[in-house]
Structure formats: structure tokens, C-alpha cells
């Protein structure tokens, strides 16, 4: 029942892994000899753990005692767990997610310290999980590595001190949250007609770009819909006027520019890649955007109750289905895009932020009918011009 007990079990298998039984004899041997007394501090610390931590001492006093490098075959009793930290432990404990972590910051204080270090497995896991994501009103995960902010660089005093414990879950909590008037992960009430919720995380197109296989995905539950609800993304954040909505009930996404703001006028285009099912009615499911590779796909998956009168060409209840990588970046200005919510009209409403990863929840088949301009069709959309037919 002891957690270290558990932990020295992972740390063990983990670094069999790590040392690539694979590998040609003499390199195991050299391995082997050079991080023996690593082993030996694991042996001590299972030792320690299961008679009730006797002959472990302090971590302040195991830090003094420890030497800085193990270079080859040690005393198996002047080694202690802190001789891991020059060791194996930052390779082994960066295979461990975040259950994993959580327990072995609560074996000793020395795991904990060493696990929310720069560099550490912390660190390491939100550089991952959080990649091309970024806060409102913060930045990207590992800010050194933000070049588009003023950051403090590797090494100072402000990257030093960081928590990056803290800041991993920090990120996950607010990652999947709406921003002002909307607050928390979910939405129950609209109060004005043609709301906009925006998300608190932004899409870095920098860091998502062309050369890279890295990718974001973004889900929403829509689990009352009295009226119309959109997914779309927005490249407000650098000035621009230009946004991609996919709209889950008739499976269109339109592309829209604001040339201006009063009298309003709009120019727009549309491309229907989906079916339209739900004919009239508001649609409930999952609707979920990915981005990938400098390329926007969508994806929905309609509820089983609200799928009875169904046509046979239709998907099947519950099937996921996608667009297909349906557009470029080539419309949006600057390098974040704001993923949003658009309402057409008041009401009682239930939807969630359920996810926001790196994998969208089916593969994503290859296409070239969204990047043919001549399918894509006119939604211009002026108000001078309908107050003139009004009159």
C-alpha cells in the first residue's frame, strides 16, 4: 500500500526499457557498470520503503551526501535515492503520465522537487500534451519558447522558479473553459441574440504549421439545442475580420470576411461536404475541430435519439463523420486562431468543451473536393443593401 513501493516498481521496469534490451552486448555491459550504483539507490529506496522508511535519512541530508556523477561500479552503502538525479531518473520518470507522477511526488520530497524542475518530467508532459495550444491572457506552455512574446529566456530567474506542476495542471483546467460572460466548461443559457463564446485557449498556426505532424483537436457536447449553434475559428487576436464556421446540422463550412463594420457587409463562401440532417431542428451530438499541418478538418457525430427518422443514405446513429481536411490558413491573419461557439438565438442551452488533444477521434481521409475553388459557392451578405429592399 505503500505509494513507493508501486513507484520503484515503475521506475525499475522503465528503465529495462529504456536501456534497449535490444542493444549489442558490450554496450549493455558498459550501461550496466555505469549506472550500477542507480541501482543500487533503487534497491536501497524498496528497502527503505518496506521497513517503514528506515535508513533512508533526510533529503536535505541525502542531497549533502550524494556525489554528482556515478561513473562506475559504487559502494552499494554510500549510495541513496538523490544519486538517481545524475542518473536515470529524469528518463524514466518522463514515461510516466500523469497518475504515475502524482504518485511518485507524493513518495518523498526529493521525487517531488526533482519531477517539477525544468527539464523534469512536468516539464516534459505539458510541452507535449499542451502543444501548439496557448492561454488567454498567458502563452504557450513553455514560454521560452514563445518567440513571438518578450519571455524571460532558459536559465533565469523567473524560468528557475517556475512550478511546472502547477502550470501543467493549470493548463488543463483552463484549456477546456470559455471566456467572459461564459465561465467554466459548459454553457446553459444564451442571453443575446447572435452570442459568440470564445474559448480561453487560442491555436498557435506557428507551431501547427505546414512542416509539422503536430495537431490540435477541440470537441464540444451539444447537449440541448433549442435553436442553431456553430463551431468555428476566428483570427481576431492579430486585427483580422475573417473566420471559418462548420455548422453540424446541414454539414456546410463557410469561410466569411468582414469588409464592413457599419453599414454591415460581409463577403463569404460555402461548401457542403456533409449531409444536411437534422431539418429543422436543433442538432445534439459532438462536433469537434482539428487542426493540423496549416489545414482546418470537422468533424460530428449525431445523437442516437435525435437519428429515428433518419434516411438509409444517412450516416449511422452515433457514426463519427468528417469533412475532411476542408481549408488552408490562406484566410486568416497572424499566427492564433480563437476557436468559438456562435448562437443564432436566445434560449436554454447545454453544451461542454469536453476535450481539447492532439488526436481527432477518427482518421482523417484524404480529400481534394474542398480545395477546388469553383465547388465553392457565393454567401455575400450586405446590410446596406437589404435596408434599401426593406424601404
Known sequence: SNPCVGLYL???????VAMKVGTQTAEVALATDAYKGAFNAIGRLFHACSSGWQGLETPENIVEQSQPCITGPQDASQLVLADLADGPYFHIAMQ???EDLSRADVACRLTR???RTRG???WALGRRVFLGMELDGDTIFDLVDDHMC????????????????CRYLRFAAEVKTFRSPFRGSEITCVQQADEIAYCCSKLRTDIIDVGSNA?????????????NVSLAVVDFEAGGCSSVTFSPDTGAVIRERKIREAPRKVEGTYIQPLTTITSGQGFQGFMGLYLQGGNLAFFRRHSASEANDRTPTEAAAGAWECTGFVTDLTWAEGRRLTPCLAFRDVGEYHLRLTCIHANPPVEIKETTLAYNDSLWRSLDW????????EM
Not at 215 to 227: K, Q, T
Open 120 to 122: 523534469g518530467p512536468w
Open 96 to 98: 510516466l503520465g500523469v
Open 150 to 165: 518578450d519571455c524571460p529566456k532558459a536559465g533565469s530567474g523567473k524560468t528557475s522558479r517556475v512550478d511546472w506542476k
Open 113 to 115: 522537487d526533482l519531477n
Open 382 to 389: 450586405d446590410a446596406g443593401d437589404q435596408d434599401a429592399l
Open 10 to 16: 515503475c521506475l525499475a521496469i522503465a528503465f529495462m
Open 215 to 227: 495537431g490540435v483537436y477541440l470537441e464540444i457536447e451539444v447537449l440541448m439545442n433549442p435553436d
